[in-house]
């Protein structure tokens, strides 16, 4: 049996009478993000963007395919006044966020890879301090209600999985495609990546009706 926040969540799903104006701005500041970085061809940072977008798009969809076969809940799920609602623990406003928190991530990089921070490779610390500082904002949602977790391995008693697996591979992912030597395999990178959500969004979604 669903839990509260799991059938609140369904009831808001994919529902459009809560959409909002606010929605047009934040769309438009993303592709302001985006156009800028690609007039000064700084391809490394807008493919790092586009890796850690569809990362996220992956996690949202496996996230949504727990609750399809628990049947109890998400392993995250959103609540709150939300524009639209796309997934169960996905709406639109935190899917423009990470649109473009891959790119302003990746601009905060050092020129140098092989620099240390604090003694660890500067990819992994930015991305370990990116990761849990993005967990600490997930647990004042959570205490608001707004950001919902069922499972206690999930949670603020369990921060570590979240952070491991709800951001460092968004992270690792994104400068891994960063610091690819050329354009050409960031593409296939990046592409390979969105295909497979493309495909998944499809086929569980669009075919099955398990999104």
């Given at each position: 049996?669903?839990?509260?926040f799991?059938?609140?969540?369904?009831?808001?799903?994919?529902?459009?009478?809560?959409?909002?104006?606010?929605?047009?701005?934040?769309?438009?500041?993303?592709?302001?993000v985006?156009?800028?970085e690609?007039?000064?061809?700084?391809?490394?940072?807008?493919?790092?963007?586009?890796?850690?977008?569809?990362?996220?798009?992956?996690?949202?969809?496996?996230?949504?395919?727990?609750?399809?076969?628990?049947?109890?809940?998400?392993?995250?799920?959103?609540?709150?006044?939300?524009?639209?609602?796309?997934?169960?623990?996905?709406?639109?406003?935190?899917?423009?966020?990470?649109?473009?928190?891959?790119?302003?991530?990746?601009?905060?990089?050092?020129?140098?890879?092989?620099?240390k921070i604090?003694?660890?490779?500067?990819?992994?610390?930015?991305?370990?301090?990116?990761?849990?500082?993005?967990?600490?904002?997930?647990?004042?949602?959570?205490?608001?209600?707004?950001?919902?977790?069922?499972?206690?391995?999930?949670?603020?008693?369990?921060?570590?999985?979240?952070?491991?697996?709800?951001?460092?591979?968004?992270?690792?992912?994104?400068?891994?495609?960063h610091?690819?030597?050329t354009?050409?395999?960031?593409?296939?990178?990046?592409?390979?990546?969105?295909?497979?959500?493309?495909?998944?969004?499809?086929?569980?979604?669009?075919?099955?009706?398990?999104?």
């Open positions: 049996m669903p839990t509260d799991a059938e609140m969540a369904v009831r808001n799903l994919r529902d459009t009478t809560n959409f909002g104006w606010w929605v047009i701005p934040l769309f438009v500041l993303v592709v302001h985006y156009v800028e690609i007039q000064r061809r700084n391809w490394s940072v807008v493919f790092a963007g586009l890796a850690y977008w569809g990362m996220d798009w992956f996690n949202e969809i496996w996230n949504s395919l727990v609750f399809h076969f628990t049947q109890y809940a998400p392993v995250w799920g959103v609540q709150g006044n939300s524009a639209y609602q796309i997934l169960i623990g996905l709406n639109i406003e935190i899917s423009l966020m990470f649109a473009f928190i891959g790119i302003t991530a990746a601009k905060t990089l050092p020129a140098d890879k092989n620099m604090l003694g660890l490779p500067n990819r992994w610390f930015i991305g370990l301090t990116g990761s849990i500082g993005c967990v600490l904002i997930e647990c004042l949602l959570n205490a608001m209600d707004m950001l919902t977790w069922d499972y206690p391995w999930w949670s603020t008693r369990s921060p570590i999985p979240i952070v491991l697996f709800g951001y460092l591979t968004f992270f690792i992912v994104a400068f891994w495609v610091d690819m030597v354009t050409k395999r960031k593409i296939i990178t990046v592409s390979a990546i969105f295909g497979f959500d493309g495909a998944c969004l499809i086929v569980f979604g669009g075919i099955l009706g398990w999104l």
